[in-house]
């Protein structure tokens, strides 16, 4: 399955685990049971992504989160903010049932540079 897939001018970025490493997609055993870490690390992957794509953060426009806790969805968007600063995405959190060691899943669309 394709990470990102072009379509005009939009990137579309299928889901991205928060408790894997951007650039092997392998498991980082240390992460499974830290969800704050696992958002800084989601969206870690998230720019790896779109840098494989050609693109960058500054053009997101729309996230999709994935949650295991949904009470943690305060404290998601407080660290997509510190990425993000004022130029947030549309963010919509949902609450998930997700493979386990997973805590945050995104997926997202991003414009093309």
Do not use: H, W
Not at 23 to 35: F, N, T, W, Y
């Amino acid at each position: 399955m394709a990470e990102t897939v072009r379509a005009g001018d939009l990137i579309f970025v299928s889901s991205l685990a928060g408790n894997r490493d951007p650039e092997s997609g392998e498991l980082v055993r240390d992460l499974c049971a830290d969800k704050r870490a696992q958002a800084r690390q989601a969206l870690r992957c998230l720019a790896a992504a779109l840098t494989r794509a050609g693109t960058d953060m500054d053009r997101m426009l729309s996230l999709e989160v994935y949650l295991r806790d949904i009470y943690f969805e305060d404290e998601f968007i407080e660290v997509a903010k510190d990425v993000f600063g004022s130029d947030c995405p549309a963010i919509g959190v949902a609450g998930a049932e997700l493979e386990e060691g997973i805590e945050v899943q995104l997926v997202g669309v991003a414009g093309a540079s």
